[in-house]
């Protein structure tokens, strides 16, 4: 089993920048490959990064590319997500998921957190 807890969102300025940080339970964090993904009202959950075990591979769907950057500290058991450049378009709940392979689906992760709410003003 393993608990995933979310934190650092909130309300910024477009182009301003905010880091999420995903703390995970467990002696096998360093095993499984963290996502973030992220739902706004009305449309589906959506991916938004990856990255493996070792943090030897990342992923990004492409809005975010160049903004975005997803890392881990396997000692802390914790992935973060920085954030830069904010648009009021990547407004959503954003959500860390654990999964046992390096995925931009889903329904290949299960393990999910609550989610942190992340509001970018114009």
């Known amino acids: 089993q393993v608990q995933l807890v979310e934190s650092g969102g909130g309300l910024v300025q477009a182009g301003g920048s905010l880091r999420l940080s995903c703390a995970a339970s467990?002696?096998?964090?360093?095993?499984?490959?963290m996502g973030w993904f992220r739902q706004a009202p009305g449309k589906e959950r959506e991916f938004v990064a990856v990255m493996s075990g070792s943090g030897s591979s990342t992923g990004y769907r492409d809005s975010v590319k160049g903004r975005f950057t997803i890392s881990r500290d396997n000692a802390k058991n914790t992935v973060y997500l920085q954030m830069n450049s904010l648009r009021p378009e990547d407004t959503a709940v954003y959500y860390c998921?654990?999964?046992?392979?390096?995925?931009?689906?889903?329904?290949?992760?299960?393990?999910w957190g609550q989610g942190t709410q992340v509001t970018v003003s114009s």
């Open positions: 467990g002696r096998t964090f360093r095993s499984y490959a």
């Open positions: 998921a654990s999964s046992v392979v390096v995925s931009n689906r889903a329904e290949s992760y299960n393990y």
